[in-house]
Nanobody, 127 residues
Framework: QVQVVESGGGLVEAGGSLRLSCVAS????????MNWYRQPPGKEREWVAG????????YADSVEGRFTLSRDDNAKYTVYLEMNIVRPEDTAVYYC????????????????????WGRGTQVTVSS
């Protein structure tokens, strides 16, 4: 029905940059918001940044000014997370979530409030 796939993770040196991509696909009619989360080793998953349908974007304090979330207006349901001036504490598995997803299921129009998660992409920042 709906799939969310992240890509772009890898190993980067502290102070460097990395760009993550997230694509939601399937019989999607609309998506209310797309968010990035991360889970550092041994810690809880935390919210990083998000964009809603109107285009409004918000960031966690820990990444404000260093990370930039953008939407690809030429590719539906695709968002990017540009990570700049990365720090070792940014090391985590980064997950994308699409929430408020309306999709076609056979002859039915359904809504998934909690949305769909990708499997994550590993980002490792070396000091």
């Amino acid at each position: 029905q709906v799939q969310v796939v992240e890509s772009g993770g890898g190993l980067v040196e502290a102070g460097g940059s990395l760009r993550l991509s997230c694509v939601a696909s399937g019989n999607i009619v609309s998506i209310n918001g797309m968010n990035w989360y991360r889970q550092p080793p041994g810690k809880e998953r935390e919210w990083v940044a998000g964009i809603i349908k109107s285009g409004s974007i918000n960031y966690a304090d820990s990444v404000e000014g260093r990370f930039t979330l953008s939407r690809d207006d030429n590719a539906k349901y695709t968002v990017y997370l540009e990570m700049n001036i990365v720090r070792p504490e940014d090391t985590a598995v980064y997950y994308c979530n699409a929430n408020g997803v309306k999709y076609v299921d056979g002859e039915n129009l359904r809504t998934s409030i909690g949305g769909y998660w990708g499997r994550g992409t590993q980002v490792t920042v070396s000091s």
